[in-house]
């Protein structure tokens, strides 16, 4: 009996071992251990992924697990033996291969189950790191990630073929070696989502593969695959697009904000006091700030005193903000994401969403049509209007 608990002892009581100076563990990932920052002993060689705690491999071939001060140079980092990477955060990064030529070589896949189910109808920001290996002969495509509601686990050393996986918007052929590469993708969750793994899912023949050159400084021969470093993956419940920053740039803004001089009159009649509590915003920002906050409580006070009344809610953003969200997706739903800021401002102080209509202008009806700072601070707006 001793002999049995010690075994049932030694079994349970794994060690968890933790990269000095990791970056703290954001609250509002639902991914665990999202940069492999924890694990239960240091890789030896390859294909040691499952030492990493939380994640496991996708299939029976086991990913490579690369980690600082590690002896032997094959797993190590920055330099191993596909290429040298820098981890995109902490001290470690997987590392897997999504596509060989000819399928002489399988593809591996990293797999964990969620801290929490994603929840239908929810929205989510979906993202994670990747960048090509030095050593690599090909770049592709189709680099993805699968939800499932049971654990991908699955017993073969071939490829996990799917046609629902999720890939970025642009589906590019993955080719950067020299740093990071952020895959990032908004989703709307279908409720069953628990376990999530990344991969290339598609069939040879339906993933576009290019052939790189052999970067210089490097005399070891480029192997017949493409394999990716993988690093921080995150999933993110938000409540509107914007919250997405899919953007590797950083977006110039404006610090003014238009204030108006607002009274209330006495005497105004109703429509009168709805239209005159416009709201205004900073550059780029969805955001409603606390100066305009009396102004949508006076409106709060107007909706509970006529009941029979519903709220329009007009949304506008200026020329640049308009200019800039052709460019750059993360604020390509800026208006939007105003109108929406008011109307969960409003539902939060008990207001009915069905009397609460958005009407969404973008650039089109200006206050001022010069472009000057104090211009396009008075076209970034939310007006109001009252109708039955």
């Not at 993708?185 to 050159?213: H, M, S, W």
Request: glycine share 4%; charged share 25%.
């Amino acid at each position: 009996m001793k002999k049995v608990l010690l075994a049932l002892l030694s079994v349970l009581m794994v060690p968890v071992l933790v990269a000095q100076d990791a970056p703290e563990e954001d609250p509002n990932n639902m991914v665990p251990n999202w940069n492999f920052a924890n694990y239960t002993g240091k890789p030896k060689k390859p294909g040691q992924f499952d030492l990493v705690t939380d994640w496991s491999a996708g299939t029976e071939v086991i990913p490579d697990f690369f980690l600082r001060d590690v002896k032997g140079d094959q797993i190590a980092v920055p330099r191993n033996i596909h290429g040298e990477q820098e981890p995109a955060s902490g001290d470690s990064y997987a590392g897997i291969v999504a596509y060989s030529y000819r399928g002489k070589e399988p593809r591996t896949y990293i797999t964990t189950r969620m801290k929490t189910d994603m929840a239908k109808d929810q929205m989510y920001c979906i993202k994670f790191r990747v960048s090509l290996s030095e050593l690599s002969k090909y770049a592709v495509n189709n680099m993805g990630i699968h939800f499932t509601k049971h654990a991908m686990n699955v017993k073969t050393d071939g490829s996990l073929l799917f046609d629902d996986f999720i890939t970025a918007d642009a589906n590019q052929v993955i080719d950067q070696q020299d740093g990071w590469h952020l895959f990032c993708k908004i989703v709307r969750a279908k409720g069953f989502e628990r376990y999530l793994t990344i991969g290339n899912f598609a069939p040879d023949d339906k993933t576009t593969a290019q052939k790189v050159k052999r970067p210089s400084g490097y005399t070891e021969m480029q192997k017949n695959h493409a394999y990716y470093y993988i690093d921080d993956v995150s999933v993110k419940h938000i409540n509107y697009p914007g919250e997405c920053d899919c953007s590797e740039g950083k977006i110039p803004e404006s610090k003014i904000i238009y204030s108006k001089s607002a009274a209330s009159v006495e005497g105004q009649t109703l429509s009168e006091k709805v239209e005159s509590s416009t709201i205004y915003f900073y550059q780029f920002k969805p955001e409603v700030t606390s100066t305009f906050e009396r102004d949508l409580d006076n409106l709060v006070k107007v909706l509970n005193e006529n009941k029979l009344v519903k709220l329009k809610i007009h949304a506008h953003i200026d020329n640049e903000e308009a200019a800039m969200a052709e460019e750059n997706p993360r604020i390509k739903s800026l208006c939007n994401d105003r109108a929406l800021e008011v109307v969960r401002y409003f539902q939060k102080a008990g207001i009915e969403r069905n009397r609460l209509i958005t009407e969404l202008h973008e650039n089109n009806d200006p206050v001022s049509e010069m472009n000057t700072p104090l211009s396009l601070a008075k076209n970034r707006r939310v007006e109001f209007t009252i109708t039955k």
